[in-house]
């Protein structure tokens, strides 16, 4: 198991098209500590000029091999396992 030797960066997977959950993203980093977020749609580049928010695009291996089938959620290490969390409402 990679996770024995190594920590992973949280992640925070949103839709970058959507305000609320660029603001969810915002409060939920603050929240985790370290973390990326990913964005599924949307530019990167105008959300970092917009809201200042350095972002990475989400890609299809990473929703393969985290089976992600909702945004928002979030990917965080608890030992040696991965928690994934899918939220209904970026409220949440």
Known sequence: NPLAKM????LIVIDGE??????W?????????RAKILISKGSFL?????????????????????RIK???CTVIQKGQKLE???YR????
Do not use: C, W
Request: overall charge positive; hydrophobic content about 30%; aromatic content about 4%.
């Open 7 to 10: 920590t992973m960066t949280s």
């Open 18 to 23: 959507k305000k609320e959950h660029i603001e």
């Open 25 to 33: 993203a915002t409060k939920k980093k603050k929240a985790i500590g």
């Open 46 to 66: 105008a959300i970092q000029r917009k809201h200042n928010l350095r972002v990475y695009h989400l890609k299809d291996q990473m929703v393969d091999r985290f």
């Open 70 to 72: 909702r945004v928002p």
């Open 84 to 86: 994934i969390t899918e």
């Open 89 to 92: 409402s970026p409220s949440l």
